[in-house]
């Protein structure tokens, strides 16, 4: 639960290049693009590099710091505004220096404190849930930043059809891309009040139901997989855990379901959202989701939900983000409300009617 509320101010979206469909998608990898259609259920995704060969055409910096400018030009303000800066991500553009000063590099900032965590699905929760601190110890505006590109594990020269199926999966669900939030103290106008806020590790004793291995070239050994997907224990978990989580954001913030007019429910891909959302069983929700447009962006998804919901969530209105990380099963949830201005809320309080 989020004691002391913040506000989102601004969002923003970068998705590299024109979208693959399934078509060309099952084309470069003898991938049947019925089974495509059939076990995934995504229509496009986008790549950070050339599906022919395989050679980079966008970094993650690229894609970040795309989308802070988006989130800052949203915001109203300049990225000198800005107190910290945090990255989320599985797949960094190298090591060090850390991704997130290349990104406040390129925008041209100094003097703020930066961070990096290496997460998943629920990166950009946790890095929110970071800033919230960051936010009531006295910082007044920051910026929340995730995104993973894929080139460094799909190999666009490999037979991904000999491929053993917990790693085939990772070809057909993943796509590039990046999502920010300028996140602040205050309301400024039109800005989106967090009121809720789950992150929580749940995977004491269970098998990870992902792995992202990365290993430099001295440690490679032949049989390693550099990605398994248990696609089984992600269908037979990730809607219960979903459900789960909606009710503890309603429980906590005091919500009913009939006070929320948004859903934002996991991305695994556009048949297991489908899956999660039937299983939730709040049709009143209107559903948010972009999986089956961008294919599996990992960090950036949350964001790129919001980026979305934004211009669709009117003032009073309210949302539910929730987010499963399968990696080591990772909880993550916001409850979001559409501050009323101060002005309007004013003018309600004049005419004696109470504000939301």
Known sequence: MTATPFYIAGTGAALPGQPVDNA????????????IDLFVGTRTRHFAWDLATGEPTHTLSDLAAEAAAHALAAAGLDAQDLDFAILTTATPDQLLPSTVNDVADRLGIDHLATYQLQAGCVGAVQALDVSRSLLA???RAGLVLAGDVTARFMDARRNAVSLPTEELVNYVLFGDGAGAAVVTDEALDDAVRVCGLIHRFVGLGRAPGQIVDWNGPVRRAPHRQMLREDY?????HVPAMAAEILWELLDTTGWSREDVQFLLPPQLSG????RITAHLGVPEMREVSCVADTGNTGNA????????LVPH???????VTITVESSKWIKGGLALEKA????????GDAEGEPSP
């Open 24 to 35: 060309a998608l099952g084309k470069a990898f003898g991938i049947s693009e019925e089974w």
């Open 137 to 139: 110890a006295g910082h």
């Open 232 to 236: 089984k224990a992600i269908e037979d």
């Open 271 to 274: 048949r297991m959202t489908a």
């Open 301 to 308: 998804l949350p964001l790129l939900q919001l980026d979305r």
């Open 313 to 319: 969530l009117a003032h009073g209105e309210r949302a």
């Open 340 to 347: 009323v201005p101060s002005g309007l809320a004013a003018a």
